[in-house]
């Protein structure tokens, strides 16, 4: 009965990584990465996410080689999170502003919950492109001196 649970629980989390992957390929966040980490979740369990895991390794490695290959991209990249962190706070703060079309004077799903998880998203985001900058900013210097 244990492999059975096992089995059971690497599904549900691998299916769980996977949705949430999906959502943040639209939404704030880290989606490539969530979405890998569902496939390699799930590879322990099936060889059809076996086969998933090194395109989707591969893919979110081209992503993160291109946001850091010019100092332009990784400016936008470090405001845009930090925009996000500063959403997060406003959400979690829920100020009262203007009605403006469907919105106001309240945020929707206003609240810490909303804003922390959101905030969460800016910091993991920052924590990625500081990973990327080590990883991959000594590749894009070298092949740009090359092609010189």
Known sequence: MPARLRKTGVTVLGWV????GLAAL???GPGLLLLLAG????SQEYEW???RVEPVKEK???VARQGVSTYP???LSALGACAVIAAGI????DPEFPTAGPLGPRLPVAGWATGSSIIASGLIALALLIYSIRRFRPEAKRARQSAR
């Open 73 to 75: 991209r990784i400016l």
């Open 49 to 51: 996410a076996e086969r």
């Open 60 to 62: 979110a490695f081209d």
């Open 26 to 28: 639209i939404l704030p």
């Open 39 to 42: 496939f390699v979740v799930l």
């Open 17 to 20: 990584l996977v949705v949430l």
């Open 90 to 93: 406003a959400w979690g703060i």
